[in-house]
């Protein structure tokens, strides 16, 4: 697969959630697309310096909203939960609320 192609993801999120994507998106001149894969290698940058890590739980309220990153991001979010036996949900929710507390938009 070509590096630009896309696969869908999708993930529950609170409106809150939502609308911090949103904002962060605008503010960067990005798409929710780019701010995706933004956040994944962020994360998997992050994940990386911890030894011991616990997962977020995805909230039982909100929307499921579909996601396009990239094919080479989502296989390494893949092979993280994998790795640390989690679902692949719980990886990209975590990874959303950290970034977005991170760039200050949670």
């Known amino acids: 697969m070509a590096n630009n192609e896309r696969t869908l993801q999708q993930v529950k999120l609170p409106k809150i959630v939502q609308d911090a994507l949103k904002d962060y998106a605008k503010a960067n001149n990005l798409t929710l697309n780019d701010s995706y894969d933004a956040i994944f290698e962020w994360f998997l940058k992050y994940r990386s310096l911890k030894t011991t890590f616990f ?12 996601m396009w990153p990239s094919v080479n991001r989502v296989e390494k979010i893949k092979s993280l939960a994998k790795k640390d036996k989690t679902q692949v949900n719980r990886v990209v929710f975590t990874a959303i609320v950290l970034f977005l507390q991170e760039h200050r938009k949670l």
């Open 55 to 66: 997962y977020f739980a995805c909230p039982m309220e909100g929307d499921y909203k579909s």
